[in-house]
């Protein structure tokens, strides 16, 4: 059974699934649309559903109130609250709690956590209403065209738990909804309309109730009550109700608005109106864009230039030139189209996101980028930065939030635009080769060059290269980017149904290294113990080793609730024995000092550099630690310094790391979705690994009691490992001070064999260097006044290959360099036009040959060209080379043909003048 016949069956059965007390009170009748033969309940007889209506309110609205954006939440606020709905605070817009979702996409979103493949419901408090900002990116094409299209809206999420204490079903969810339409915004019952769907998410389905005023869907109150999928499902024993109200639409609705923008974004449209100085014609563009509410919903065209169709029939039916229309219209598109942006910018920076190329980073860049270059296409002066303080200054009432982080949007935003600039020259030299060819350039070529040059479609549109940007450009784009993040490898031993789980005595005493323990199985090389301390791979940290009896543990890995050891042989080991088992102390200690640092530095980080930083990954060895943490530009000195210096500051004040396990809706209340910097964790149960107030993050791994037990953390490294990641190597405790150690010694040896000491090391360094290329400067000299002579006993020991006087010269070196070579090599076809001069150099082990050929003017006369020897010569050695009929060069790497090459050398010359 697919989506349309769990429709069918919920539809053969209204009064199960759709009939709410509301509709037998009012006397709303159930209608069937003759059109798309939906069915839908009305109080006035209709034979066609609000899919095909107009929007009917723009210039005319429906309400005896005029609520702009933030004045439409107040009342809404105020509605749900007085009827017993506690107000949620908005989560972050970056969804750091489900791994397959990088932007949180829906209010219900916020309350769904997924366990063993199963999405559980998990409210803060019941019932609830969110105003939860929500970010797609499916219709980026559309915004600012069709009047209602966003990549950031907040949808209102009226949301409970039915079964719970506070809970309730349709029919009161019903009735709050219709109450708030008729109560709160005046809106006539008759004016109201409630279409029957469903919704099926992960795992769970149900039937919903889409409410409609004047051809505007308004809310839809889903109601989730199966659980599994439309093959296999039963009654949830918790049913959900989870109404999502777009809150441009409400505000919409009120205000009659040519568009749902203009009463959105406050005194941001006034702001970018301003600065297009552009007379608006208020009556024009209502007429137009009811036009195009009444055709967007029933475009069924997928081609690339759907819009340019659409607004070529709006011309005829408005009697004017489509280029007048474009006109008029487009610089108001355009203007949206920036304030849906940047908003969208603001809110995904303000939580942590950054643009980038990879994962929903890129989003992100593209929407600055289109930002950009409208601006630059209509040549306005607007700044970016005075846009999103308009927006967060209107928006402040509701998300005082984004003042605290508005400083760190300005200066991302200010890089990215920066780096966007800088990109242009090289994006216009690609554009202008484009043209030239003058290639139809289908969407795979967009998607190359943006994904290969950041050329975004906007740009080529801008510059003219193209007339329309593909309406699937964006979402083609974004079905490559969604691509999940996560796919660890870990060995799958099958058989283990039925065995307990085992006891984590590395989570009850951090401290045990040796216990007794049962082998309770064997499987493969694997044994599975009672009780064990050995900590299993997992999250970055590696595994312990050490002893199972006498018998080395090579690997320790988790499966579900099961630890299994890897051993080295199964010599002394059987099922049901006794043994004694022991932890590498050593270790243990390293790894869990690696592991606490990461912690330390991240946080660190963050203070350093700015809210951005994330921990994107990290690795904790023996040896040292690894941590990847999101930023944009790769660190300088001063920088990594700097975090080098904070995180000591913190292993110097020796604070409490404090590990306690806590709810897991609690812990995110408590402390914020940052404790997952680690990802998302898959149980109800979350320990919190506490440094102080300093860092605070969910974490399963091992941990030392007192920051002070680090000693010192020592940043070995930084490295720009991708677009928007930078890697930090690092060592902390024993390993620390080994590595000074070592660097003590190296320093050592170097002062004793420069004959220094230490506290004169850097003088002695330099006069070494003075002195070396004092020598370097000796040599070019000594060469200088020698090849001339070299050059003469070369002419006159070359062997003549032919009765015309070519000469031929070859030798094989590995004492003297290139530099030498092409030196002695010019010299001698100067002095002598007959010769050719061929030298192959090898440097030593490990390194390839070097191939330099010069040709004299007399050879070359005679057909003999150096580029064209150092190539073939250079294939033979298994490299390649080139150059022109004088000078060629090249290389290779198989040694044991030099002296093939060699020996060829002279046939070749001969059947070249035979040529
Ligand atoms: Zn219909
Ligand atoms: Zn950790």
Redesign the pocket.
């Known amino acids: 059974m697919g989506k349309k016949e769990i429709s069918t069956l919920f539809s053969s059965d209204p009064d199960k699934y759709y009939r709410v007390s509301l509709f037998d009170r009012l006397g709303f009748k159930r209608n069937k ?6 069915f ?1 309940w009305s109080l006035i007889d209709k034979n ?5 209506e107009a929007y009917n309110f723009i210039g005319n609205p429906p309400t005896n109130k005029r609520l702009d954006y933030i004045g439409a939440w107040k009342e809404i606020e105020k509605y749900f609250q007085s009827n017993g709905h506690s107000i949620v605070r908005r989560y972050p817009v970056v969804c750091r709690w489900r791994e397959d979702l990088y932007f949180t996409i829906a209010s219900i979103v916020d309350f769904q956590r997924i366990m063993n493949n199963k999405v559980i419901f998990e409210l803060p408090s019941n019932p609830l209403v969110v105003p939860q900002m929500c970010l797609r990116f499916n219709d980026v094409e559309n915004v600012g065209v069709s009047g209602r299209h966003y990549t950031s809206f907040c949808m209102i999420g009226q949301t409970c738990n039915a079964d719970a204490p506070g809970g309730y079903w349709k029919d009161h969810c019903i009735d709050l909804d219709f109450g708030l339409l008729t109560n709160v915004l005046g809106i006539k019952p008759e004016e109201i309309t409630f279409v029957e769907d469903i919704w099926m998410g992960a795992g769970a389905f149900g039937s919903s109730l889409e409410y409609f005023v004047r051809g505007l869907e308004l809310g839809n109150a889903v109601f989730t009550e199966f659980e599994g999928d439309e093959n296999n499902y039963r009654i949830m024993k918790n049913k959900i109700i989870d109404m999502g109200a777009g809150l441009e639409r409400l505000s919409w609705i009120t205000m009659g608005t040519p568009t749902s923008y203009d009463c959105s974004f406050g005194p941001v449209i006034k702001y970018l109106e301003n600065a297009i100085e552009v007379q608006k014609d208020e009556k024009f563009l209502s007429n137009y864009f009811k036009l195009v509410s009444s055709k967007f919903n029933n475009i069924e065209d997928d081609s690339s230039d759907k819009i340019k169709k659409l607004k070529k029939t709006i011309s005829q039916e408005m009697r004017i030139p489509f280029e007048h229309l474009e006109k008029i219209v487009s610089p108001y598109e355009a203007i949206y189209t920036i304030a849906d942006h940047t908003r969208t910018l603001l809110f995904a920076i303000s939580d942590g996101s950054l643009p980038s190329n990879v994962g929903g980073g890129y989003n992100l860049r593209i929407l600055l980028r289109r930002v950009l270059s409208i601006i630059e296409r209509f040549k306005w002066n607007i700044k970016i930065e005075d846009l999103i303080d308009t927006h967060v200054e209107y928006l402040k009432d509701m998300y005082p939030e984004l003042e605290e982080n508005k400083q760190e949007v300005y200066t991302i935003l200010k890089i990215e635009s920066d780096r966007y600039a800088s990109t242009r020259q090289r994006m216009n030299d690609i554009a202008s080769t484009i043209r030239k060819n003058n290639k139809q350039l289908t969407v795979d070529d967009l998607i190359r060059l943006y994904e290969s040059d950041g050329i975004t479609p906007d740009f080529l549109k801008e510059i003219n290269v193209i007339t329309d940007i593909p309406s699937n450009f964006y979402v083609k784009l974004s079905e490559l980017h969604n691509i999940n993040q996560k796919s660890l490898y870990s060995p799958s031993i099958e058989g283990l149904d039925g065995l307990p789980p085992t006891r984590l005595l590395y989570y009850e005493d951090s401290s045990i290294r040796e216990f007794y323990a049962q082998i309770i199985k064997i499987k493969e090389n694997y044994v599975i113990l009672d009780q064990t301390s050995f900590y299993p791979r997992g999250g970055g940290q590696e595994p312990d080793k050490g002893n199972i009896g006498d018998v080395k543990v090579l690997e320790v890995i988790k499966q579900g609730d099961i630890v299994l050891h890897r051993v080295e042989n199964l010599s002394s080991l059987s099922e049901g024995l006794r043994v004694k088992c022991r932890v590498d102390e050593v270790r243990r200690d390293s790894i869990t000092k690696h592991h606490t640092s990461t912690h330390i530095l991240n946080s660190s980080s963050r203070t350093t550099l700015g809210s951005w930083v994330w921990q994107n990954s990290a690795f904790k060895d023996v040896n040292y630690g690894r941590l990847d943490i999101t930023h944009h530009s790769a660190l300088n000195k001063e920088e990594v310094e700097r975090i080098e210096k904070t995180a000591n500051e913190i292993v110097m004040k020796n604070l409490d790391v404090n590990i306690k396990e806590y709810e897991r809706g609690e812990s995110e209340q408590k402390f914020s979705f940052r404790i997952y910097q680690g990802g998302v964790v898959p149980s109800n149960k979350v320990r919190i690994v506490k440094i102080s107030e300093f860092d605070i993050e969910a974490c399963g791994g091992t941990h030392v009691n007192r920051t002070g037990e680090l000693g010192l953390i020592k940043i070995l490294k930084s490295e720009r490992i991708q677009d928007g990641v930078v890697r930090l190597e690092f060592v902390a405790g024993q390993a620390a001070i080994d590595y000074i150690k070592n660097q003590d010694r190296n320093i050592s040896f170097i002062t004793q064999s420069l004959g220094s000491s230490k506290e004169k090391l850097t003088h002695s360094f330099k006069k070494h260097l003075d002195e070396s290329e004092k020598l370097k400067t000796k040599i070019k000299i000594l060469l200088r006044k020698t090849s001339p002579i070299l050059a003469k006993s070369i002419s006159t020991n070359s062997k003549q290959i032919s009765s015309n006087g070519v000469k031929l010269f070859t030798t094989y070196d590995e004492e003297l360099d290139e530099e030498f070579h092409i030196t002695i090599g010019e010299k001698s076809i100067n002095l002598d036009p007959f010769l050719i001069y061929i030298s192959l150099i090898s440097k030593g082990e490990g390194e390839g040959i070097r191939v330099i050929v010069f040709v004299g003017e007399t050879a070359r006369k005679y057909g003999f060209n150096a580029g064209k020897i150092a190539k073939i010569f250079s294939i033979s050695l298994g490299g390649s080379g080139g150059g022109d009929s004088k000078f060629g060069q090249g290389g290779g790497r198989f040694k044991n043909r030099i002296e093939e090459v060699l020996n060829s050398s002279e046939r070749y010359v001969s059947e070249t003048l035979k040529r």
């Open positions: 649309c003759i059109s798309c033969e939906k839908f066609i559903c609000p899919d095909h």
